[in-house]
């Protein structure tokens, strides 16, 4: 019934809004939403590929979908995550355990996206997005793409440093970049004029007897967006 926190932690929301939906807004949703518009700051028309399509993926893709970006490449190894990306404004999904995904991508984007997340943090996914990004040219200004990495990373990864010099590529980190007083209200709001579906994102719901339950389902990675615990 009450709880400690840190004051700058807190935002209120008003109760018109269902609080399964509210509850799902602080991380992840913000965490992907705030990597799109705020850390990258996507614009109409970029290209975008979002690795993995859980819930921080998910709301990376309803973002950049929201922004109008184009093609906006889903990579995941699970179809059933894939279609879910859909719902949420992938133009299109690539399977990587049936399909080399930097092929893929380069040859959906025509060359290379403007701009490549990944929300997984693996080794292969941190190096990929990368690869995966347009090069620059000889221009002085003639930047390549831009890759974020929005997932807890490995240790180590092994990036060309041919794609830094060369393709004049651009790679950041980023946690949402996201101010609660000016981000949530947004995201809700794009929520409530059905732009944002965060309801589908809940995908299971569990009671709090429950919780081992639900513990193991995350961890065998059978939630497709995110999961709650209804009292």
């Known amino acids: 019934e009450e709880i400690v926190a840190r004051g700058k932690y807190v935002f209120p929301i008003s109760k018109n809004y269902p609080t399964d939906v509210t509850s799902i807004v602080g991380c992840a949703v913000a965490t992907g939403v705030g990597a799109v518009i705020n850390t990258a700051r996507v ?3 970029n290209s975008v590929a979002v690795f993995g399509v859980g819930g921080v993926g998910l709301s990376a893709i309803g973002a950049a979908s929201i922004y109008e970006s184009y093609p906006l490449i889903a990579i995941d190894i699970r179809d059933d995550k894939l279609e879910l990306a859909k719902e949420f404004g992938a133009t299109h999904v690539v399977n ?5 995904p930097v092929e893929s991508v380069i040859d959906i984007s025509k060359g290379g996206v403007d701009y490549a997340f990944d929300t997984i943090g693996k080794k292969a996914t941190a190096e990929q997005i990368l690869t995966v990004l347009r090069p620059g040219g000889q221009g002085i200004n003639n930047f390549g793409g831009t890759a974020i990495l929005v997932g807890n990373p490995p240790p180590e990864i092994t990036l060309d440093p041919m794609h830094f010099q060369t393709y004049q590529k651009q790679y950041t ?4 970049a996201s101010y609660p007083e000016r981000d949530f209200p947004m995201i809700l709001h794009w ?14 719901r569990y009671r709090l007897n429950q919780i081992n339950e639900a513990y193991e389902s995350l961890k065998n990675g059978e939630i497709l967006g995110r999961a709650i615990i209804e009292y």
């Open 43 to 45: 614009h109409p028309g």
């Open 96 to 100: 990587s355990s049936t399909v080399d």
């Open 173 to 176: 980190g980023s946690h949402g």
């Open 191 to 204: 929520y409530q004029e059905g732009k944002l579906p965060l309801d589908k994102l809940v995908s299971h």
